[in-house]
Structures are given as structure tokens and as C-alpha cells.
């Protein structure tokens, strides 16, 4: 074996390694931008396939995060471009169609909570599901949205806000300004 090929070897494991580890997070966050499992998991192979074919693109030393996110979040766009040229099935007989409904709490508040995620602004969604459910920081998220740091601050901070109020309703009135 050939010295060069002995790097490419490893530098296609470190590679490897660095995607693998980065799957539950690659899942999380697109489950987030669409709402449901399979086409989560869908999109987030899609992401990986796509990046490891372009892994000769990909600089070592540079946020390998940020530039996977990348790809996952314009794979997500990619394919609600060609969700809009099908038609889809209707949310409501999808509804009837379940057999049982889950049995515990936790369950129907963590649905209440994606439910309320999905209807925010894809703009609002992406930065909560990066900085809130990823971790990643405001210069990440700048990176992988392509945006100043102080986009990402104002719509991560209108996004908690529309996430709360549509979680917990609007704050009701004190008994004191009900009076007055």
C-alpha cells in the first residue's frame, strides 16, 4: 500500500468517524425542520451521503458540524422544493388512521411542543433547533444559515417567544388589572 493511499484511508476514517458520531444530532435536527421520524431519517442519510461523497471538498481543521448541518438544512429545502409539486397526504385522515394514542404524559407534551415547533417561521424553527436542541453556537448557526451572528439573536429570541406563547397561551391578566 501506497503512502498516499494510507492517508486517504485515514483521513476517509477520521472522516467517518467524525460523521457517525454526529448522526443523533443530524436526526434531531431535521426531525425539527419537518416534523416527522422517516422523513427525518431520510433527509439526515441524504445529509451524510451528500457529504460523504463531497468529503474531498471538506477542509480539515474547519467546523465539520456547521458544514454537515449545511448540507442536512439544504437537503430539507431541496426537498420541500419538490414536496410542493406533489401532493401530500391530509393531516387529518392521517389523524384517524392512528390506532392508539400514547399512553404517557411526557409523550403529549413533548408532541404539544413539535406540534407548537412546526407552526413557527422555518426561519425561527432552524435557529431554535440548532442553538436550543444542537448546541451549536451563534457564530455555527451564523455559518450554517448564512447570516449575521445578529439575525440568529433576534429570530432566536422571537422564536422562544412564539414557541412559549403558543405552548403555554398568551399570560393571563392579575386579578388586580382585571379590575381596573
Known sequence: MTEVSSKNL?????FRDQLVALIPALRSFARGLCGTRDLAD??????????????????????FRAWMFMILRNQFYTTIRKARRTTSLDPEVAERTLVTAPEQQHHIHLA???????????EQREVLLLIGANGLSYEEA????????????????????ALALRIDGPASSSPVERVA
Open 10 to 14: 485515514a483521513a476517509d476514517q477520521q
Open 42 to 63: 431520510d433527509m439526515a442519510q441524504d445529509a451524510m451521503l451528500r457529504g460523504w461523497a463531497a468529503r474531498a471538498s471538506f477542509t480539515p481543521g474547519t467546523n
Open 112 to 122: 404539544d411542543v413539535a406540534k407548537a415547533l412546526q407552526e413557527l417561521p422555518t
Open 142 to 161: 451564523a455559518e450554517v444559515i448564512g447570516c449575521a451572528i445578529g439575525t440568529i439573536k433576534s429570530r432566536l429570541a422571537r422564536g422562544r417567544i
